[in-house]
T-cell receptor, first 115, second 113 residues
Framework: DGGITQSPKYLFRKEGQNVTLSCEQN?????MYWYRQDPGQGLRLIYY???????QKGDIAEGYSVSREKKESFPLTVTSAQKNPTAFYLC??????????????FGSGTQLSVL | KQEVTQIPAALSVPEGENLVLNCSFT??????LQWFRQDPGKGLTSLLL?????REQTSGRLNASLDKSSGRSTLYIAASQPGDSATYLC????????????FGQGTTLQVKP
């Protein structure tokens, strides 16, 4: 089955710790995205990648880092600089970044909580 | 700056009722508007995408309309079922903000049997 796989489903972070969320897709999509969702709020863009070895900051990139060494993988690291990391994190992909009318495909999400 | 608002935040209806979910946006310069469904603790599933040149899109019991000039979209759900219970989010892709979607905060729908 083609799709986007996020792992783990639940993740706990201790104060001062960096944690990495995994996102893998087998849709052969060029563009990948990370969104953060807080209760009762819409999704906010953290980082996006148009193509391998490229990534750009979104609207709330502070305290996060990413890499895009392979087309199918776009891991997100939540660093200790992110003071309010508790949220639901969603990874998404699309065929191309700036294609006018295409849909986003989402993974099932990772819930990150602080111990 | 584009802002997307969805009202109401929550809605509860009896099974079988027809209902309308609302989405408004502040900047009419958009490429498209999408409606998504999100089940609790899950990712988003795209339901309908309306291009800026279109007025509406239909899929089964769902119909989405777009009025760019007034900055509004509606999602009409006919003959609602308990399985329709979920959070529905709309998102716009702005022509001045290439590649990025701006999301509303969602409407949580409960359909009671």
């Amino acid at each position: 089955d083609g799709g986007i796989t996020q792992s783990p489903k639940y993740l706990f972070r201790k104060e001062g710790q960096n944690v990495t969320l995994s996102c893998e897709q087998n849709l052969n999509h060029d563009a990948m995205y990370w969104y953060r969702q807080d209760p009762g709020q819409g999704l906010r863009l953290i980082y996006y990648s148009q193509i391998v070895n490229d990534f750009q900051k979104g609207d709330i990139a502070e305290g996060y880092s990413v890499s895009r060494e392979k087309k199918e993988s776009f891991p997100l690291t939540v660093t200790s600089a992110q003071k309010n990391p508790t949220a639901f994190y969603l990874c998404a992909s699309s065929i191309e970044f700036d294609r006018t009318n295409e849909k986003l495909f989402f993974g099932s999400g990772t819930q990150l909580s602080v111990l | 700056k584009q802002e997307v608002t969805q009202i109401p935040a929550a809605l509860s209806v009896p099974e079988g009722e027809n209902l309308v979910l609302n989405c408004s946006f502040t900047d009419s310069a958009i490429y498209n508007l999408q409606w998504f469904r999100q089940d609790p603790g899950k990712g988003l599933t795209s339901l309908l995408l309306i291009q800026s040149s279109q007025r509406e899109q239909t899929s089964g019991r769902l119909n989405a309309s777009l009025d760019k000039s007034s900055g509004r979209s509606t999602l009409y759900i006919a003959a609602s079922q308990p399985g329709d219970s979920a959070t529905y989010l709309c998102a716009v892709k702005g022509s001045s903000n290439t590649g990025k979607l701006i999301f509303g905060q969602g409407t949580t729908l409960q359909v009671k049997p």
